[in-house]
Each structure stands twice: as C-alpha cells, then as structure tokens.
C-alpha cells in the first residue's frame, strides 16, 4: 500500500468512527420520547433517516474503493449497527423495529424493482433467442430444487414452506453486478454477455414468478386454505395470467395515457404519472395476492421512452430512469441498511449455522453452472455464462426480506438464524463472481488475440 493510500485508508476510517460517534451521541441524547412531548414524533426517524444515509454513503464507497458493488458497503453498515449491541451500544436497535422507516424500505424496494423493469423492454427479451431462454429456465429450476434440499437437510423440523421458499429465493440472479463487470471489462458486446444479460432479465420474471407463486401458497396455507396442485396452479396462473395481461394492456393503452396528460400544466407531470403506473401496479398485483414488486417490475417493462417521448421534450428529454434516480438515493439505502441490522451475528456462534450458510452458497453457485448447459451456439463459452449468473446481490436481499415478512401459523417464516444465512449466500456470491468474471473473460479476451 502506497503512502498516499494508506493516508486515504485513515481518513476514511477516521470518519466512520467519527460519523459513527457522532450519531451514537445524537442518538444518547436524543428525547423524541420524553413524557413532557416537547419534541416532535418525527424526531427519531430524522435521526434515523440521517444516520442511515450517512452510514450507507461511508460504507458504498469503502466497497467501491474495494472493486465490490455499493450495496455491499450498505448491507455490512446495516449488520453492523444492528449488532452494536454486542459492545454495549443500544442507541441503534430502534432502526429495524421503527414502522416508519420500514415502510419507506419498502418503498425504496418497489422503485428498485421499477428501474429494473425500465431497464428492460419486452421487444428485448423476445430478441435474445433460444439459449437466453433456455439458460435461464435451467438457472431458476436448478437452483430451486437445491435451495429445496439443502433446507431438508439443515431444517428437517421446519415446515416444508420454508425450504420450498429458500429454493425460491436462490433463483434469483443480480444483472446489475454482472453487467457492470463486463462494461468494466469492455466485454459487454461478447456473444456470451449477450446470453448472460438476456438469459438473467428473463430470470428476474421467472423468478418473481416463482416467488409470487410461493407466496400465494404461503399466504394461503396461514389462512388454513388447503394447499393441493389446484391451488398451486391457481397461484401460478394468477401470477403469469397477471404479467401477460398487464404487460400487453399496458402498452397499448400507455401511449394513449402519456398523449392525455402531455396537455396538463402541472410541474413534473412525467415523473408525477410515472410514479402514478408504478404505485398503481404494486398496489393491484397486492390486491390479488402478489408481491408488490411484481406490479412494479411490470409496470416499469411497459414503459418505454417512445410512449412519453412528447413529455420528454417539455423536460429537455430526460428520461423517466433520470427522474427516479434521486428518490432511488434516497430510499434504496435505507431498504438494505435496514435489512442488514435484522443480521444476527451472534447466530453465526453455532456451527450447525455456518454450515448452512455454506451448503446454501455452494448450492447457489453450482446451480447457475447447471444453467450453462442451456447454451444452444456452438463456440460458446458454457463456464463464462455460468458464472456471469451468480451474483444474487439486491434482488436475492429482496426475496429474503419478503420471507422474512411471511408468517406461518402465528410465526415468522424465516427466523433470524435463517435469514443471516441466506444474508452470508449473497454476500459471498456478490463477492466472489467480479474476480470470476474477470478471470473468465480475461482468458476468452486472450484466446481470441
């Protein structure tokens, strides 16, 4: 390490504990909860929201500085003042009890879904052919069927929900990391990328599939509704009935509605009808019993730029993915913050624990290998698509915070045991693929000279 690296490391160290010291000493004094009520009750979530931000901001750039992806930086900085307990700190244990900040977590997490589905358009995912598809069927049922019995073999005494849903959650695969490694790399416009980024957008729809679908069973089975294969293909037609429905309604009647509201006057009407679709679509895939998320995601995959191109110019055509992204700041952080303080380091004491968490990582590495035997192309590099669908990063937490939210019979799904588990599985496959793909690209990159 240079000497001017390591005078960088020691200012940023310094500032995490000073930040940290001095949101311990606001929190230590702070009285939102005095008897006198001299203070207002929005006074514990400004400090929240402050020591949030500011922490998420420190850690993201101690990763990014480290080649990793932000979220990590997020996600450790939650685990930490959720654990600082441990050494006699409590000023920071109301953050993952506050009903406010989870509700804004929320939210962050049904924009986040919403910018993934405006990344992605519906004539792109028919474009990426056969092999896309096919890799991405064998990336969430491979995946699924280990998660379902490394959960038999670790929690035999838990009910079978639990580990048909760990199968459900390792189905999930991050497009955000891999894709920037491979910007990063100038691999983007490789055949095997193409593959990788068609293939994991067509899983994030199977997979919030799945999840909808395991949900519904969940939520049905805590109502005491009897689960058969009737009622399961009832909750998978609702779910796919609901995308196809949404997706070809959506863009027919889109443009219709953006020529509608082009005539209004208001300020930032393209965001305002934006966050209209998006909240509007969550709020109907709830009402039917599927996770928000999905009416997010679809509503975003309806909206393309063609569709609001005459509101665009009114706002020097920026697009809706440039108005969101503030709010994205805003609320994204606090979601993984927040999700990283329900980690209890001190479940990670047990070996039977550990030794989950392992199985469940080794299983959701070798499930997307499986996925590269869907690769149709000759010439085709099968390890590099493989390991380009790994990562499970954000959209992994998100699955596993949705667990963590069901309950069965009067109890939480996923405990806290679990849940740290399933934390260690993302934070290892997040970790471990930029150095894989690296390595894998960097040895195609030399083949071809």
């Known amino acids: ?14 500032s995490v504990l000073v930040g940290l ?39 993201g750039d101690f990763m990014v500085r480290l ?25 920071f244990t109301f953050l993952r009890e506050d009903t406010v900040l989870t509700i804004l977590s929320e939210l962050g997490v049904v924009l986040l879904l919403f910018e993934v589905g405006l990344h992605t358009t519906v004539p792109e995912m028919i474009r990426v052919g056969g092999s896309a598809f096919l890799v991405a069927m064998l990336g969430v049922v491979a995946p699924f069927f ?6 038999v073999l670790f929690v035999p005494e838990a009910e079978s929900l639990l580990h048909i849903y760990l199968g459900a959650i390792l189905t999930a695969t991050s497009v955000g990391i891999t894709a920037r490694v491979l910007v990063d790399l100038h691999r983007i416009n490789t055949e095997e990328a193409k593959i ?5 957008v067509i899983d994030d729809v199977l997979g919030l599939m799945v999840l909808a679908t395991v949900g519904g069973i969940i939520a ?3 109502t005491g509704t009897s689960v058969n294969l009737g009622s399961i293909l009832s909750v998978l037609g609702s779910s796919f009935g609901f995308l196809v429905v949404a997706v070809g309604v959506g863009r027919m009647v889109m443009p219709f509605c953006f020529r509608l509201v082009a005539s209004l006057k ?30 997010a995601f679809t509503a975003g995959l309806i909206l393309e730029p063609g569709h609001y191109k005459d509101l665009a110019v009114r706002h020097r055509d920026i697009t809706i993915e440039e108005l969101v992204s503030p709010l994205l700041t805003f609320l994204v952080p606090i979601f993984f913050v927040i999700m990283g303080t329900h980690v209890q380091l001190l479940d990670f004491t047990r070996g039977d624990i550990l030794g989950f968490a392992v199985c469940l990582t080794f299983a959701a590495i070798i499930g997307k290998q499986i996925c590269g035997l869907g690769v149709l192309q000759k010439g085709i590099d099968r390890l590099a698509v493989g390991l380009g669908m790994i990562p499970r990063g954000e959209v992994g937490l998100i699955f596993a915070s949705i667990g963590a939210s069901l309950t069965l019979h009067g109890k939480p799904l996923v405990d806290s045991a679990t849940y740290g588990a399933v934390v260690i599985m993302v934070i290892v496959t997040t970790l471990i693929t930029p150095p894989l793909i690296k390595w894998r690209f960097g040895r195609l990159e030399a083949t071809d000279r």
């Open 220 to 222: 049905a089975a805590e």
């Open 67 to 91: 080649g990793q992806p932000e979220v990590l930086g997020e996600l450790l900085v939650g685990i930490i003042l959720g654990n600082l307990p441990l050494v006699g700190i409590g000023t």
């Open 266 to 295: 208001s300020q930032g009407i393209l965001l305002a009808i934006s966050l209209v679709i998006c909240f509007g679509f969550a709020y109907v895939a709830g009402i039917i019993g599927l996770a928000p998320i999905v009416g």
């Open 196 to 200: 990788v980024l068609g293939a994991a």
């Open 146 to 151: 280990l998660g379902w019995g490394v959960g």
């Open 21 to 59: 010291l001095f949101f311990t000493v606001l929190g230590l004094a702070d009285t939102s909860h005095d008897p006198g009520g001299h203070t207002s009750s929005v006074t514990p979530v400004l400090l929240a929201l402050a020591t949030i931000l500011f922490a998420a901001k420190l850690g």
């Open 1 to 14: 390490m240079t000497r001017l690296s390591a005078l960088r490391w020691c200012f940023l160290s310094g």
